[in-house]
């Protein structure tokens, strides 16, 4: 069965305080692992895509990464307005497969 | 930029009342998605569409129809609202094999 598993549910971090996400998958013929971010109340923003082992992505404090059986998101030097839920997805036929997301707190 | 949009921020309706969920996406995307968000559960897929009038079920359809008249936009249906229907509504558009892309969403309420 597809699916995505995102750890840790909930991370705080102090203003500057580098640390990783984490999002593991299992999927039949991965098509693509997405990474969103979601503002409270609003809709889940893209921020990356990657299709292949190997593959990484830089977005300002963000860095995402792929393996062949998990993805992390690198947040370095991270600022409060950083804080966020963090989704992951994978994509199978026709349709994405999310993780329940990481809370991240950013404390100034 | 990219654009999905949904009819309503927020809405509150009586329990057995048919309540329409209107999208719509300015991409000339062929896959649309709804999908409801609730604490813990994360994002549960209701029902997609590949194609103009085609429709498929996703995760948790009951209790929910589509409609898809037109290819930039995707109707969702409670033919009868339920207080467990209350929840985040989310409408979803891409290509083929690309990210996906959101709108606002919907904060329904069934009172």
């Known amino acids: 069965e597809d699916q995505v598993t995102q750890s840790p549910e909930a991370l705080r971090l102090q203003e500057g305080e580098s640390s990783s996400l984490n999002c593991s998958y299992t999927?039949?013929?991965?098509?693509?692992l997405f990474w969103y971010r979601q503002d409270p109340g609003k809709g889940p923003e893209f921020l990356f895509t990657l299709y292949s082992a190997g593959e990484e992505k830089e977005k300002e404090r963000l860095k995402a990464t792929l393996t062949k059986k998990e993805s992390f998101l690198h947040i370095t030097a991270p600022k409060p307005e950083d804080s966020a839920t963090y989704l992951c997805a994978v994509q199978a036929p026709y349709k994405y497969i999310f993780g329940t997301g990481t809370r991240l707190k950013v404390l100034a | 930029d990219v654009k999905v949009t949904q009819s309503s921020r927020y809405l509150v309706k009586r329990t057995g009342e048919k309540v329409f969920l209107e999208c719509v996406q300015d991409m000339d995307h062929e896959n649309m998605f709804w999908y409801r968000q609730d604490p813990g559960l994360g994002l549960r897929l209701i029902y997609f569409s590949y194609d103009v009038k085609m429709k498929e079920k996703g995760d948790i359809p009951e209790g929910y129809s589509v409609s898809r008249e037109k290819k930039e936009r995707f109707s969702l249906i409670l033919e009868s609202a339920s207080t467990n229907q209350t929840s985040m509504y989310l409408c979803a558009s891409s290509l083929q094999n690309t990210e996906a892309f959101f709108g606002q969403g919907t904060r329904l309420t069934v009172v």
């Open positions: 999927v039949s013929g991965l098509r693509g």
